[in-house]
């Protein structure tokens, strides 16, 4: 896991996973209490990791599609304005 770096809220994230802070807070945290169960340690700090990074790469895909559907917007606005003569 070159790319993982423990910042505050992955700390806080992993926690709530270690000590099974109840199926509900997990979910909410995007964590399948499943995927964590009848691992060990090691194994469970391996399986976060990956979920981490795979939700944090979901999220910037997510911004990414944002921003893009946003300039969209703002240009097709824009020709919309001009179309009916609004400068």
Known sequence: MNQ???TDEAVRSF???YVGSGKKEMLKGGYRSSDYRKKSYDEKL???KKD????ESQ???FEDFKQRE???LKRKLSEFKKS????
């Open 4 to 6: 993982f770096k423990w």
């Open 15 to 17: 926690v709530r996973v």
């Open 46 to 48: 391996e399986q976060f």
């Open 52 to 55: 981490y990074m795979d939700r």
């Open 59 to 61: 999220r910037a895909r």
């Open 70 to 72: 946003e300039e969209k």
């Open 84 to 87: 009916i003569g609004i400068s």
